[in-house]
């Protein structure tokens, strides 16, 4: 099919999966990643998968972009915790002493573009830029070494800083944990005019009168989300912070988009996904009085959590393909669970914006539990913006063919946490991250090229 490329006023960027994806059990309070850990994984496979997830959203006419991985085994980390000597030593002592502290300096964790910032459209912002904050990630390690690669990488994307203004991750301590957009979605009558941007967290760090969860950690707090919207320059009515159903935290919703999406008018969540969630939609519609506004919930009878969570129903893109009609992008374990298929056969029918549901195949990455939502940063963008990001980041088919090439090339298509260690693989990721620079035209953001 010849996509024909319209600007719907949304860019997806997703996050390319780096040589080193493995599973390593690293996500305590993710149930996929603790399921799944020390499983063989196939990183070729991986990338290929999400490749094609996006040329597949290009396919049906969207603007989708490419990020690139962060460099792992992360050589720097692991030397500033004081394992010493050339590169070879330092992976085996890193091995011999602590196999799981080597892993989480080798996940490729970074493919989770949701995690990767929060960004607030120009249409929000008081400066009429658009806004970028890099998710300090502090709650899991493996993360929290992201964000200084996330933000140099983001900022050779969006580099006009006429049009694009990036921040800092937020102060690196549990009180301000921020896990970026996968707690951030936006409503809005058509992406170019003034939303409403929702801030999910899961407690607060300085009023222990909110309700938190007690059996696995709330990865973001109020006062976190509150100070991206300060950063980002976003009035009252341009924001609204929403306490996350503790006891689905428990269950293992681990990120809002586990059990939530929006897109436009559209608010797509199952029935426990919020605290109060009477008071929440009755807020949302005092802050949006004239856009007419779609709540579609789905209730624990139609899909029991436990089922939501197994199939990643929530964690769903919903993409507006034309004015009023939007798809439903889920991954194909939705289409597996008897009772989510059940459910999605008769959405497209509720009258509703959403008309289409497709499925993809995004199983490498489901398996540490990243579904379609977790591999993509949406970027609003009006036409000057789009027009001032990093063209090489654009996919199109030249980029498609290249991609994988590149990936045939450089990626294995077997890893055990055990190959980590293995002094090959890093000067294989090495070899393939430098030539990606190159490809997407990013200059130096790695340690190693610096
Ligand atoms: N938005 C989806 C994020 C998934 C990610 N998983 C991981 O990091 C698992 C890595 C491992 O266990 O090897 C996380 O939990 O932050």
Same mark, same amino acid.
């Given at each position: 099919?010849?996509?024909?490329?319209?600007?719907?006023?949304?860019?997806?960027?997703?996050?390319?999966?780096?040589?080193?994806?493995?599973?390593?059990?690293?996500?305590?309070?993710?149930?996929?990643?603790?399921?799944?850990?020390?499983?063989?994984?196939?990183?070729?496979?991986?990338?290929?998968?999400?490749?094609?997830?996006?040329?597949?959203?290009?396919?049906?006419?969207?603007?989708?972009?490419?990020?690139?991985?962060?460099?792992?085994?992360?050589?720097?980390?692991?030397?500033?915790?004081?394992?010493?000597?050339?590169?070879?030593?330092?992976?085996?002592?890193?091995?011999?002493?602590?196999? *799981?502290? #080597?892993?989480?300096?080798?996940?490729? +964790? &970074?493919?989770?573009? @949701?995690?990767?910032? !929060? %960004?607030?459209?120009?249409?929000?912002?008081?400066?009429?830029?658009?806004?970028?904050?890099?998710?300090?990630?502090?709650?899991?390690?493996?993360?929290?070494?992201?964000?200084?690669?996330?933000?140099?990488?983001?900022?050779?994307?969006?580099?006009?800083?006429?049009?694009?203004?990036?921040?800092?991750?937020?102060?690196?301590?549990?009180?301000?944990?921020?896990?970026?957009?996968?707690?951030?979605?936006?409503?809005?009558?058509?992406?170019?005019?003034?939303?409403?941007?929702?801030?999910?967290?899961?407690?607060?760090?300085?009023?222990?009168?909110?309700?938190?969860?007690?059996?696995?950690?709330?990865?973001?707090?109020?006062?976190?989300?509150?100070?991206? *919207?300060? #950063?980002?320059?976003?009035?009252?009515? +341009? &924001?609204?912070?929403? @306490?996350?159903?503790? !006891? %689905?935290?428990?269950?293992?919703?681990?990120?809002?988009?586990?059990?939530?999406?929006?897109?436009?008018?559209?608010?797509?969540?199952?029935?426990?996904?919020?605290?109060?969630?009477?008071?929440?939609?009755?807020?949302?519609?005092?802050?949006?009085?004239?856009?007419?506004?779609?709540?579609?919930?789905?209730?624990?009878?139609?899909?029991?959590?436990?089922?939501?969570?197994?199939?990643?129903?929530?964690?769903?893109?919903?993409?507006?393909?034309?004015?009023?009609?939007?798809?439903?992008?889920?991954?194909?374990?939705?289409?597996?669970?008897?009772?989510?298929?059940?459910?999605?056969?008769?959405?497209?029918?509720?009258?509703?914006?959403?008309?289409?549901?497709?499925?993809?195949?995004?199983?490498?990455?489901?398996?540490?539990?990243?579904?379609?939502?977790?591999?993509?940063?949406?970027?609003?963008?009006?036409?000057?913006?789009?027009?001032?990001?990093?063209?090489?980041?654009?996919?199109?088919?030249?980029?498609?063919?290249?991609?994988?090439?590149?990936?045939?090339?450089?990626?294995?298509?077997?890893?055990?946490?055990?190959?980590?260690?293995?002094?090959?693989?890093?000067?294989?990721?090495?070899?393939?991250?430098?030539?990606?620079?190159?490809?997407?035209?990013?200059?130096?953001?790695?340690?190693?090229?610096?």
């Amino acid at each position: 099919m010849t996509p024909c490329i319209k600007v719907q006023g949304e860019a997806n960027f997703d996050g390319l999966v780096g040589p080193t994806h493995n599973y390593a059990g690293l996500s305590y309070g993710n149930v996929a990643s603790q399921h799944n850990a020390h499983e063989h994984s196939n990183p070729k496979q991986a990338a290929k998968q999400g490749l094609q997830k996006m040329q597949s959203l290009r396919d049906l006419g969207l603007v989708q972009g490419v990020l690139a991985p962060q460099e792992r085994p992360d050589m720097l980390t692991l030397r500033r915790l004081g394992f010493s000597g050339n590169d070879t030593q330092v992976l085996e002592k890193a091995y011999r002493e602590s196999p *799981a502290l #080597l892993a989480a300096c080798c996940s490729a +964790s &970074s493919m989770w573009t @949701a995690n990767a910032a !929060t %960004v607030s459209p120009s249409a929000d912002t008081q400066d009429g830029r658009v806004h970028f904050t890099p998710a300090n990630l502090t709650n899991k390690f493996h993360r929290s070494i992201e964000h200084e690669v996330t933000g140099r990488i983001l900022s050779r994307v969006f580099a006009d800083d006429q049009y694009f203004c990036h921040h800092p991750a937020l102060p690196a301590n549990d009180a301000f944990g921020d896990e970026g957009a996968a707690n951030h979605t936006r409503l809005c009558a058509d992406y170019g005019k003034p939303g409403l941007e929702l801030f999910v967290y899961g407690r607060s760090a300085f009023d222990s009168s909110l309700p938190a969860p007690t059996r696995y950690p709330a990865r973001q707090t109020l006062e976190a989300s509150r100070a991206v *919207a300060r #950063l980002h320059g976003l009035a009252d009515h +341009s &924001s609204i912070f929403i @306490a996350q159903n503790p !006891t %689905v935290i428990d269950q293992g919703v681990f990120h809002n988009d586990v059990i939530a999406v929006g897109n436009q008018n559209v608010l797509f969540y199952h029935q426990a996904a919020f605290l109060d969630t009477q008071t929440t939609l009755h807020n949302i519609r005092q802050k949006m009085p004239s856009t007419t506004l779609h709540f579609i919930e789905v209730s624990e009878a139609q899909v029991p959590l436990a089922d939501a969570i197994n199939s990643y129903l929530f964690n769903t893109q919903i993409v507006t393909l034309k004015p009023g009609h939007m798809a439903l992008i889920a991954p194909t374990e939705c289409a597996e669970n008897a009772r989510v298929k059940a459910y999605l056969d008769t959405l497209p029918d509720l009258n509703t914006p959403i008309k289409e549901v497709h499925f993809i195949d995004v199983k490498q990455s489901m398996r540490n539990g990243g579904g379609p939502a977790c591999l993509r940063l949406r970027v609003a963008l009006n036409e000057a913006e789009l027009a001032a990001t990093n063209p090489a980041c654009l996919m199109n088919e030249a980029l498609f063919t290249r991609l994988n090439r590149w990936v045939d090339l450089h990626y294995r298509d077997r890893l055990s946490v055990n190959d980590l260690r293995d002094p090959t693989l890093l000067h294989e990721s090495r070899t393939a991250l430098d030539e990606l620079t190159q490809i997407l035209q990013l200059g130096t953001v790695y340690p190693f090229q610096r």
